[in-house]
């Protein structure tokens, strides 16, 4: 017999053992990966999340592209979202996020870490980046947001505090986080980045007509709330309602520009303005309240 054909039937026949390996064992692992998603969702219905996280992140090291996983984490974060625990709520759909974006509502999940996030913030839930600081005498609410960074108002909505008074030797969660400001004109989306690289939240906004607004990076240099519209000469106060600038304005070092709310929210999403950011009104309140003046602020096209 022709030595060739000797060859490439033993080739051949090597070939499909090593196919039917290959499926043998792809087979094994999917039978062990859904009796690992069955154990996972005993643990959750026995609320012993702690337990379900470790299983699941012990699957997440052999398959971490799973839909099925992702799904599984989302199930978790909600649990730990309704049990009041916040931080690990945060942390789940963080996982999600950055490894499962192949999963169908991976907008929800977004959505929803943008809001655990701000929840927490705006607590008095100390994390790794907050500190519990002690108030000394001549301290006062603007010196210590300038020491760390932060904005008196944050100070103020994490510690419940209606008024500017604080008292010597009191206690205040205090933010030590920086942020950045990203906004995506052809997403007409604004992400708040956390410590250069974390994402905190993303925002829907309106951008420039015609590409308005302008590319580069600028520096939040003024933060005015309820502020008056000076309209080609014309001063429209903050309380009338043909002043389209909404509740609140962070101007840029790029005169004339900055992020600002409105009076027609059923624009915000698309290219409608003159060329600045506009947002809703809650959510540039909530922007403003996190944002200190110096916050570097990136559009691109």
């Known amino acids: 017999m022709n030595k060739k054909f000797i060859g490439a039937g033993i080739t051949f026949a090597l070939v499909m053992v090593l196919i039917f390996i290959a499926l043998s064992t792809k087979s094994e692992y ?26 699941m992140d012990e699957i997440k090291g052999k398959d971490s592209d799973s839909i099925l996983l992702g799904k599984q984490y989302f199930d978790l974060g909600n649990l730990y979202e309704k049990k009041g625990d916040l931080v690990k709520a945060r ?4 996982i999600i996020l950055h490894n499962y974006q192949n999963i169908d509502n991976i907008l929800e999940v977004q959505e929803k870490l943008g809001k655990l996030n701000t929840e927490i913030l705006f607590s008095k839930i100390i994390t790794d980046t907050d500190l519990l600081y002690k108030v000394e005498p001549g301290d006062s609410l603007s010196k210590i947001a300038k020491k760390f960074g932060t904005t008196v108002d944050l100070i103020k909505v994490s510690n419940s505090l209606e008024s500017d008074v604080i008292r010597a030797n009191s206690d205040l969660k205090v933010s030590k986080a920086s942020y950045k400001i990203l906004v995506d004109k052809s997403q007409n989306l604004l992400t708040i980045l956390k410590d250069d690289d974390i994402i905190f939240k993303v925002y829907r906004v309106s951008t420039g007509e015609n590409s308005s607004t302008p590319v580069g990076t600028f520096k939040i240099v003024n933060k005015i709330k309820d502020p008056v519209w000076y309209n080609q000469g014309v001063v429209v106060p903050s309380e009338s309602p043909d002043n389209i600038l909404g509740s ?7 005169p004339g520009y900055g992020i600002h709310g409105t009076i027609e929210p059923d624009s915000v999403g698309r290219q409608a ?21 110096g916050t570097e602020v990136t559009i691109v096209e």
């Open 30 to 55: 999917k039978a062990e990966a859904l009796s690992d998603f069955k154990s996972i969702k005993e643990l959750m219905s026995k609320d012993k999340l702690d337990e379900a996280k470790k299983k």
């Open 248 to 254: 609140r304005w962070l101007g840029f070092s790029n």
């Open 273 to 293: 303005t003159r060329g600045c950011i506009r947002m809703l009104n809650a959510e540039i309140e909530e922007v403003y309240t996190i944002i200190p003046v």
């Open 91 to 94: 942390d789940i759909h963080s």
